[in-house]
């Protein structure tokens, strides 16, 4: 194994940020050396900034989203639609859906979704609080904005059982060509999807 080759504090910074995602030892390692060089602009306001975070940070006690108030800056938007509620797995759908910037709905974040191999089940997602606030009254669509993995759409398709039983409108993302797709490079099954989810022109 390598020799260090700074302190324990430095090593220390490099093996946690060598744990987020996108980062690994290398990048973690260019991260800290950049860091260590600009201490004053970089180095102590992000110290000071993820301290802050690290002690504000909650989960939503509503739709499940992470943010510093609870509820979170989504569910307080008086500008957002409440009669459409879109389920997404994790966080980072909703904020990926969020920059699509195509729907002002409200969220509800599931947190996983079902998967028997791992020993997921339905207990290990928000659903009694989707389907109280689905059922609440004001909720008239409820979008499955699932990933279109195995998981998913098993998901997808155990939340449209609850709900259509309960009384509520289900709908799901399209599935099929990308935007800017060439269909002599889509796969089979995105094909067979996208002609199974066509729709009418006009
Ligand atoms: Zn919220």
Redesign the pocket.
Known sequence: MAQNLAGPEIERLIQLLARVPGLGPRSARRAVLHLMKKREDLLHPLGEAMRIAAERIVT??????L?TM???????DPRRDPSILVVVENVGDLWALERAGAIRA??H?LGATLSPFDGVGPEDLSLPKLVERATGGSVKEVILALNATVEGQTTAHYITDLLTEAGVKVTRLAHGVPVGGELDYLDEGTLSAALLSRTAIG
């Open positions: 939503c006690s509503e739709c499940g989203n943010d609870d509820p979170c800056s989504i569910c307080r409200s969220y974040v």
